[in-house]
Nanobody
Framework: VQLQASGGGLVQPGGSLRLSCAAS????????MGWYRQAPGKLRELVAT???????NYAAAVKGRFTISRDNAKKTVYLQTDSLIPEDTAVYYC????????????????WGQGTQVTVSS
């Protein structure tokens, strides 16, 4: 199972970016998907989550500015980031709780490689 993240970049304050993260491999099922971020010198923090029913959860710092969504058929999670501020600068990591095709029947968390978001004028 692999997660491939994309969509980061350099943007001016007030701008927008759309991050994507696609899961691939020997996948039986996917439940929760989401995004964390880690700024230099800080701990990794939760940004947003979405379950396979579409229910979402956001960190207070991004609520009202970021929107998480998913396409279950594509096993892809998206993060629309609007009204970006310098404090949003970080490496953004996606995750997915995946049940692979194996004998365990258990869900495991897999991580994407991280995509850099830089907000600067």
């Amino acid at each position: 199972v692999q997660l491939q993240a994309s969509g980061g970049g350099l943007v001016q304050p007030g701008g927008s970016l759309r991050l994507s993260c696609a899961a691939s491999g020997s996948i039986f099922g996917v439940n929760d998907m989401g995004w964390y971020r880690q700024a230099p010198g800080k701990l990794r923090e939760l940004v947003a989550t979405v379950n396979n029913g579409g229910s979402t959860n956001y960190a207070a710092a991004v609520k009202g500015r970021f929107t998480i969504s998913r396409d279950n058929a594509k096993k892809t999670v998206y993060l629309q980031t609007d009204s970006l501020i310098p404090e949003d600068t970080a490496v953004y990591y996606c995750y997915a709780n995946v049940r692979p095709y194996d004998s365990s029947g258990l869900y495991r968390r897999y991580w994407g490689q991280g995509t850099q978001v830089t907000v600067s004028s």
